[in-house]
């Protein structure tokens, strides 16, 4: 699946999107595995090794990691959202677990964005809200549950 840009996806052929795995697979992840911003995708074949496929193309993003409670570290049902004087300029994201068979994507979440934002808007499961000011040219951020950024 390609993105048209618009939030949509369209579908492409193996040779195009350069994967192609043949036979049984059993589970698949996303993480930012090099902190570049961009999505990577991990594939778990059964019977054989484990491949990771990184992103060498798409336009970089940034991967935003949520340090919660002692009783949520990864902040489960946090949302995120990108802004840019005010205005989103991202979709809001959810933080899940539970996303695939065998296999758990990274609760880091890497977001798109069409303006470099200025402001990340987080929503902790616990309703709180807190904007978190965006430290210019970064393509990976920790943020704790006081709204610092700690890398």
């Known amino acids: 699946m390609l993105g048209d840009g618009t939030g949509s996806f369209n579908a492409i052929s193996a040779d195009s999107s350069g994967i192609e795995?043949?036979?049984?697979?059993?589970?698949?992840?996303?993480?930012?595995?090099?902190?570049d911003g961009k999505p990577d995708w991990w594939s778990l074949k059964n019977g054989s090794e484990t491949?990771?496929?990184?992103n060498n193309g798409s336009a970089r993003g940034i991967s935003i990691r949520l340090e919660g409670p002692s009783e949520n570290?990864?902040?489960?049902?946090?949302?995120?959202r990108l802004y840019k004087d005010g205005n989103p300029v991202s979709y809001r994201r959810e933080i899940k677990a539970g996303s695939?068979?065998?296999s758990q994507s990274s609760s880091t979440q890497i977001l798109g964005y069409s303006e470099v934002p200025d402001v990340v808007s987080i929503i902790w499961p616990n309703g709180e809200e807190m904007n978190v000011s965006m430290p210019a040219d970064q393509s990976y951020i920790i943020i704790d549950r006081q709204g610092n950024i700690v890398n």
């Open 21 to 35: 795995i043949y036979g049984e697979q059993r589970g698949s992840a996303v993480s930012d595995y090099n902190r």
């Open 73 to 80: 570290p990864s902040a489960i049902g946090a949302k995120l």
């Open 100 to 102: 695939g068979y065998l």
């Open 51 to 54: 491949k990771l496929y990184a």
